[in-house]
């Protein structure tokens, strides 16, 4: 499995503001993925981040809202912008070779 | 799209007692896999299912995929207050994609001693 570190771990913003979140993974990998978890609800995929190429977001989500990087095949950063309270929820990226995921520890976001 | 569903919401048992949570989709899977949140951790790949009917255990846990491969169970024996935490489901989004994956809504297990 894969050892996938994220900062920050926790952070309060205020409304209005960006935070960049970051994904480092110890080796290599092809796709990687960044997800939402609102409190006390499950996870919900944002979007795939391939290396070299545009992010593939899901319905829901926008690139203007969520850019996403990927400079390379071990990092991914994660921008939410323009934050409003409904954007507090824990992010989290992951990697997996074919349907098995690896979950970094995640992000916890409030925005007050 | 794609819906996975999940029941029960919650479950609170005392320890010793079994505990089962129950996933349906709205879609034949290729496959379907289970994850354990800890409180205040994140999900934990657990297993993945792939076969029609596939039965597997591990320790006190045991999963099966449906026949259609369309729902799933995951069964604990003998609960421990180790069990604690939220257990997902989880489907390929779209069917096949790489990666990609559709959570039900969780089960949060609460285990009393």
């Known amino acids: 499995s894969a050892v996938i570190s994220q900062k920050p771990s926790r952070d309060i913003c205020q409304r209005g503001t960006s935070l960049t979140i970051q994904c480092q993974v110890d080796s290599q990998v092809t796709m990687m993925f960044w997800y939402r978890q609102q409190p006390g609800q499950s996870l919900t995929l944002i979007a795939t981040a391939n290396q070299g190429s545009e992010a593939t977001y899901e319905s829901g989500f926008v690139i203007d809202k969520f850019p996403i990087s990927r400079p390379n095949l071990t990092f991914s950063t994660l921008t939410v912008s323009n934050m409003s309270p409904e954007d507090s929820s824990i992010y989290l990226c992951s990697v997996g070779p074919q349907h098995e995921q690896y979950f970094g520890p995640g992000t916890r976001l409030t925005v007050t | 799209g794609q819906q996975v569903m999940q029941i029960p919401q919650y479950q609170h048992v005392q320890e010793g007692e079994d505990f089962t949570t129950y996933c349906n989709s709205s879609?034949?899977?290729?496959?379907i896999q289970w994850y354990k949140q800890r409180p205040g951790g994140h999900p934990v790949f657990l297993i993945q299912l792939v076969k029609s009917g596939e039965v597997k255990k591990q320790k006190r846990l045991t999963f099966q995929f449906g026949e259609a491969k369309k729902n799933s169970s995951l069964h604990i024996t003998a609960t421990q207050t180790t069990d604690v935490g939220t257990y997902f489901c989880?489907?390929?989004?779209?069917?096949?994609?790489?990666?990609?994956?559709?959570f039900g809504q969780g089960t949060i297990l609460t285990v009393h001693p």
């Open positions: 879609t034949t899977l290729s496959n």
């Open positions: 989880a489907g390929p989004a779209g069917g096949t994609s790489y990666g990609k994956l559709t």
